[in-house]
């Protein structure tokens, strides 16, 4: 299964490139797309099958539904796209599918609108006043804008939006008749009860509870649980879905509800859960999960994590390809793969790590360092750093979260019935939810507490990834010696990596890609000046962390524009800023931003200067207080001169204020203008550059922004003054570096999310989107039904005599051991970790299937041993003679089992799992 799983993910994702880039640039690639999937298919066919290779054969297979699925569903996208972009201003008939959330300049949603032949899910963008709920069903007016060829088209194809628009007269008509619409009722009752708990902990109890982050976005709250680790508590997850199925399988005992109905009950109740808190990704992947566990459960088989996984990923790909490019699945599913596969082992390693007396806390201390471990290369290369303080975060937050959540969900039960004694129960959680973000608020001041890096290379991603094949080939016992080793060698390097790298010498200018918006870093050495902070704190966050910034001397906000100030948020408690500049009169309006930075604010006007090294930037303006802080012509201009060069940096003042400068002398001759207000029209004008004469014209802004920026007359009056012109939306960070007689302009590639097609298609291919490559992994070729009912029922019989430890470490699987090494796990008397018997994960007592079911109910324990989880094994006293008769019984050898084998002919042709040494088998009920 989990061949088929990476086969249908890859498959989806070439999908969705082929379609992609047939949308931008011509309808033949299609063709040649496929012609490398072709190849690869059929030569995983043919060696599958010449080989009787299973797993190249299902990898296959996962490769042709994820492409067929993937293209049958893009191919309806640009369908849809084409109708909606055709269409006139009309009314549009839809049902809201997401939460509202704040955009730039309104709220925006996501909704299903009404098609000839279905549905096409549309981004909408709402008009002054109450937005309308997810669930219900609405009519607007409006023209819907097609998605373009460049970044925000791109999320948006990856996404499965197909348009966008900006609504009008919108008209409620109530809930939506489906799913939504019948949860959506409670949702807002819900809502109504939890929004009277006040302040940060209503925050968190709102989102933890119903899904609902609205209360918590944009608040120092939500600043630090992202700097902690700690965001993957507030999103509906797996562990949200484990209480809840608790708290109802608690109520449906006590209602003495029989067994069968009870689990069905649960896990339909769970799924509407899922559904009321907004069908979020990591939810969806959970009860997935929880389904097929329930249906093995029902049916008296053994409950296998990664396969509950595999079945997760298949089922929710093939039925919504899109759901294969969402961040929440992705990390939901490499955490808890990683946790299925390598959380036993970790603890192992953790508790020979640490002082006895702290081993209780190994398991939990593990759980968090094996997810952050296994999802490593996706967060930091999307949020552009990594939270050292998760560890204890998690250690301290999440029992708190959990209670949260249990009181939250008897609160909002309560309130139905006994309405006082609910609100009571409320205010409890709450209490508890603002206790858990001043513990999230004391960690993420802790220094270095996040440490911001750039992404990290395909060399880094595919030497991360290599190791953890290497650990799960190698499985290795821990030593108190070597895992006290391994700690102090991890410690080393994580001080390592907040020191960070020694800052590069020389002075460098960089006008960073940060999307729609303004970011400069001016800097000699280790000395640095971020002019402007761009207009979110994720593009600042990755932006500084590809340069490696961890200190700023000083940071200077031109003027109150979100997309000069909206990303401050990033330096907050991550990278430390000396001193702040802002125009004189300016500072009031920002002071709101600026609190969380603990840096002392000046306010500056022409004259000012500012020494960083050999760098000299002097204020030319404005030349007074400023009367309104927001006016684009109100930006400080900074002159930076550093061996004979200089830059005038503009933030978004224009010609008004460059011609009295160029007239009056304060500015002259210059080697680089950074153009102001993103390239507008009124940007330069001939007067000015006439005076300032620059050799090259740079120009922040985002690729395929609705202003239009820059403007077609802007570039052409630049470059006929003689200045080149370079722009962030194409060229990616523009990186100018000063040296002693001469400086040199050189770009750094596109630094968001990815290529815009436009300039794909102007220029080269500079990036080519490549698909994941799986492990080389080998695929058991025997099916569960194959084996006797014994096997079913589990065997641990590969242990080595007198190391009770070592199976504890749990087992990789049978599944998807490698050949080299399974079935020599304890040869010579070497203990090799814990490699174990093929049956070795299982959950249900020896005997019939109607004997284990029995054997569960009552809470089956075997004589003279111990249980451990999913894995039980005998103590070191039990006789590897002994464990060894009762394994040849078990498996139908011996004379206990002639006469079973006998009866049923079916067991005398499984081959017998014998091993040198065993510590045990499991004893029959």
Not at 66 to 89: N, T
Not at 109 to 115: D, P
Not at 241 to 254: E, K, R, S
Request: glycine content about 12%.
């Amino acid at each position: 299964m989990a061949w088929m799983a990476l086969g249908l993910w890859v498959g989806s994702a070439w999908s969705e490139s082929i379609s992609w880039y047939s949308w931008c640039l011509a309808s033949g690639i299609e063709l040649r797309g496929l012609l490398p999937v072709v190849v690869v298919v059929a030569v995983s066919v043919v060696v599958g099958v010449t080989r009787r290779w299973l797993g190249l054969v299902l990898l296959a297979a996962g490769l042709i539904a994820g492409l067929m699925a993937g293209q049958l569903y893009w191919a309806r996208w640009a369908h849809d796209a084409r109708v909606l972009d055709a269409a006139d201003s009309r009314g549009w008939d839809a049902e809201v599918v997401s939460d509202p959330r704040q955009g730039r300049f309104s709220e925006r949603s996501e909704v299903l609108v009404k098609m000839p032949h279905g549905s096409a899910r549309v981004s909408v963008s709402w008009p002054d006043g109450p937005p309308p709920e997810a669930g219900r069903q609405v009519r607007f007016f409006g023209v819907m804008k097609m998605a373009g060829v460049d970044e925000f088209g791109r999320r948006s194809h990856q996404s499965g939006v197909c348009a966008s628009v900006s609504a009008r007269a919108v008209r409620d008509y109530g809930w939506h008749r489906g799913l939504r619409g019948l949860v959506g009722p409670v949702r807002t009752r819900a809502r109504e009860v939890t929004g009277r708990v006040p302040g940060p902990g209503g925050a968190l109890l709102d989102g933890v509870v119903l899904g609902d982050r609205r209360r918590l976005a944009g608040t120092q709250a939500e600043s630090d649980f992202r700097t902690t680790g700690l965001t993957h508590l507030v999103a509906v997850s797996g562990s949200h879905l484990v209480v809840v199925a608790a708290l109802l399988t608690w109520f449906l005992g006590v209602a003495r509800v029989p067994r069968v109905p009870s689990r069905l009950l649960v896990i339909t109740i769970v799924g509407l859960y899922v559904i009321t808190t907004g069908v979020q990704a990591s939810a969806v992947r959970a009860w997935a999960m929880a389904g097929v566990a329930t249906g093995a459960s029902l049916s008296g088989r053994r409950a296998d994590g990664l396969g509950a996984v595999c079945v997760a990923i298949v089922a929710a790909v093939a039925a919504w390809p899109p759901v294969a490019f969402d961040l929440g699945f992705q990390l939901s599913v490499l955490a808890v793969a990683g946790l299925v596969t390598f959380s036993r082992l970790a603890a192992a390693w953790t508790a020979a790590a640490i002082p006895r007396a702290f081993a209780p806390l190994a398991p939990p201390i593990a759980l968090t360092l094996t997810a952050q471990a296994v999802t490593m290369p996706l967060t930091v290369s999307t949020f552009g750093a990594w939270s050292m303080i998760s560890p204890v975060a998690n250690l301290l937050a999440g029992p708190l979260v959990s209670g949260v959540l249990t009181l939250g969900l008897v609160g909002v039960a309560l309130s139905r019935v006994a309405a006082p004694a609910g609100e009571l129960v409320l205010h409890l959680s709450g209490s508890l939810g603002a206790l858990t973000a001043t513990v999230a608020s004391r960690l993420a001041a802790v220094p270095y507490a996040s440490i911001p890096l750039g992404a990290l290379s395909s060399v880094a991603v595919v030497a991360i990834a290599g190791a953890v094949v290497a650990v799960w080939a190698w499985w290795p016992a821990p030593r108190k010696r070597g895992a006290r080793g391994a700690a102090v060698v991890a410690c080393a390097f994580s001080i390592l990596v907040a020191i960070g790298p020694p800052a590069p010498g020389g002075i460098s200018l960089v006008v960073l890609d940060v999307g729609q918006g303004d970011a400069i870093l001016v800097r000699d050495g280790p000395r640095a000046l971020l002019v402007d902070t761009g207009p979110d704190a994720a593009s600042l966050r990755a932006a500084l962390a590809r340069f490696g910034i961890r200190r700023l001397d000083a940071l200077a906000l031109t003027h109150a524009h979100e997309d000069h100030t909206g990303g401050t948020a990033a330096l907050v408690r991550a990278i430390p800023v000396g001193r702040v500049l802002t125009a004189r009169g300016a500072a009031a309006p920002l002071r709101e931003i600026l609190s969380g930075l603990d840096a002392p604010v000046s306010e500056v006007q022409a004259g000012a200067r500012l020494r960083l090294g050999d760098v000299d930037v002097e204020v030319v303006s404005p030349p007074g207080p400023v009367s309104d802080p927001s006016e684009n012509n109100s930006s400080l201009v900074l002159l930076v001169r550093a061996k004979g060069f200089q830059a005038l940096l503009t933030g978004d003042a224009e010609s008004e204020v460059l011609e009295p400068l160029a007239a009056s002398g304060a500015v002259g001759d210059i080697d680089v203008l950074k153009v102001g207000h993103h390239g507008s029209a009124d940007a330069v004008s001939p007067p000015s550059l006439a005076v300032l004469r620059p050799e090259v014209a740079l120009i922040s802004v985002g690729a395929g922004n609705r202003f239009g920026h820059p403007v077609a007359s802007t570039v052409t009056l630049l470059e006929s003054s003689g200045s080149r012109v370079l722009r962030t939306d194409r060229a990616g960070d523009l990186v100018i570096s000063v040296g002693t007689r001469r400086w040199r302009l050189e770009t750094r590639g596109r630094g968001t999310v990815a290529g815009s097609c436009a300039t794909l298609a102007e220029a080269s291919f500079n990036r080519r989107a490549t698909s994941p490559k799986g492990a080389h992994e080998y695929l058991y070729n025997r099916s569960q039904a194959d084996l006797s009912d014994h096997q079913r029922a589990g065997v641990l019989a590969a242990a080595c005599p007198g190391q009770a430890q070592g199976s504890r470490l749990g087992s990789r699987g049978h599944r998807l051991q490698l050949r080299g090494v399974r079935g020599r796990e304890c040869l010579s008397g070497r203990d090799h970790g814990g490699l174990q018997h093929l049956a070795v994960c299982v959950r249900a007592p020896p005997g019939g299937g109607t004997q284990r079911r029995e054997a569960l109910e009552r809470g089956h324990r075997c004589p003279d041993q111990v249980r451990r989880g999913p894995i039980s094994h005998h103590g070191s006293g039990f006789g590897c003679h002994q464990a060894r008769q009762e394994h040849q019984a078990v498996q139908g050898r011996g004379e206990a089992g002639r006469s079973r084998r006998a009866q049923d002919p079916k067991r005398s042709g499984v081959p017998a799992q014998s091993h040198q040494h065993g510590r045990g088998a499991r004893q029959a009920a």
